[in-house]
């Protein structure tokens, strides 16, 4: 006879449960992803979704929240990125101004590349969508605190041009390397990544940086 109290269920089917919930959500992002990579936020359905996931559309919602809540998960994951942490770290190593710049901007430039075809769901879906339009809101002000702290260390290191304040520095950075600037020109102008990275970095360092800064 069990010992097993009754009425309590087996620890393995309880763990069995959660790990088939899981595979399920796993798939469910998955094919998000792919749909609205190929058609477009606002081209997708749940219905979309669940079919390409082979799952049922209350399971899409229950497993995920529906489309705007996988979005906001993506971005979630993006902002999370550990080559945020990574670049902060090394930029407040840095001692020269110019090389704090590059470094930034090479962080930037990872990050934006790796989330390119992401960002421009978002972009499209925050026209479309209030939920997905915070969640750009959201992503954009944690991208432009980021950006804070490195006017923070060239604020630092004594390198702002006279006059210039932290926080008109963060305006100008988020100018030259907020979104916008990389979809500009690698997207619509056809830059390379590696010419856009350069050409920012020179813009920024002209802008940012004291004359006197060799």
């Given amino acids: 006879m069990s010992s097993r109290p009754h009425g309590q269920p087996r620890p393995y089917r309880a763990g069995r449960r959660a790990e088939t919930a899981a595979e ?3 798939a469910i992002l998955e094919a998000a992803l792919r749909l609205f990579l190929e058609r477009g936020y606002g081209k997708v359905t749940v219905g979309d979704i669940a079919r390409e996931s082979g799952t049922a559309v209350p399971t899409v919602y229950a497993s995920t929240g529906g489309k705007a809540s996988i979005l906001a998960h993506f971005i979630s994951e993006g902002i999370g990125d550990p080559i945020v942490d990574q670049t902060l770290s090394a930029v407040n190593a840095c001692r020269d101004p110019r090389e ?3 470094v930034a901007t090479h962080g930037v430039r990872v990050d934006n590349e790796q989330y390119f075809a992401l960002l421009q769901v978002l972009n499209t879906a ?3 969508d209030e939920t997905a339009a915070e969640t750009l809101a959201r992503a954009n002000r944690v991208y432009r605190e980021a950006l804070a702290v490195v006017a923070g260390r060239l604020e630092e290191l004594g390198a702002l041009r006279a006059g210039l304040t932290r926080g008109r520095a963060t305006d100008i950075l988020w100018f030259f390397l907020g979104h916008p600037s990389w979809r500009l020109y690698v997207a619509d102008c056809r830059w390379s990544w590696n010419e856009t990275e350069q050409w920012l970095a020179q813009q920024v360092s002209a802008a940012l940086l004291d004359d006197g800064i060799g």
């Fill in 24 to 26: 399920t959500r796993a």
């Fill in 100 to 102: 704090t710049v590059a």
């Fill in 126 to 128: 925050a026209a479309l």
